[in-house]
């Protein structure tokens, strides 16, 4: 089992920044990517960043340049850094953490941190 705590929502106003953070703990061995999704109300959830454990860092295209996924291993840790952010940014985001293999996964999702750009 894997236990994902997110912190560093909030309101920001359009042109602003936020990091969030996402915590790793227990079967941490098993992860192979760490990633965060987000979800606007009446719509899917999408990614918006990804890293593998090789480092390999894949992003979704609106936010390609602004965001930046990145990780800390001693701390088990993953932020995105958000900056210029704007109002269709506004989502509830959730931390993920894929483990096992790519054949044979198991996601492990975090509780949601609510991000609001607005002026």
């Known amino acids: 089992q894997v236990q994902l705590v997110e912190s560093g929502g909030g309101l920001v106003q359009p042109g602003g920044s936020l990091r969030l953070s996402c915590a790793a703990s227990g079967s941490i061995f098993s992860i192979y990517a760490m990633g965060w999704y987000r979800q606007a109300p009446g719509k899917r959830r999408e990614l918006v960043a990804k890293i593998t454990s090789g480092g390999s860092r894949k992003y979704a295209d609106s936010v390609k340049g602004r965001f930046t996924i990145s990780r800390d291993n001693a701390a088990n840790t993953v932020y995105l850094q958000m900056n210029s952010l704007k109002s269709e940014d506004t989502a509830v985001y959730y931390c993920?953490?894929?483990?096992?293999?790519?054949?044979?996964?198991?996601?492990?999702w975090g509780q949601g941190t609510q991000v609001t750009v607005s002026s």
């Open positions: 993920n953490a894929a483990s096992g293999t790519i054949a044979d996964t198991k996601d492990y």
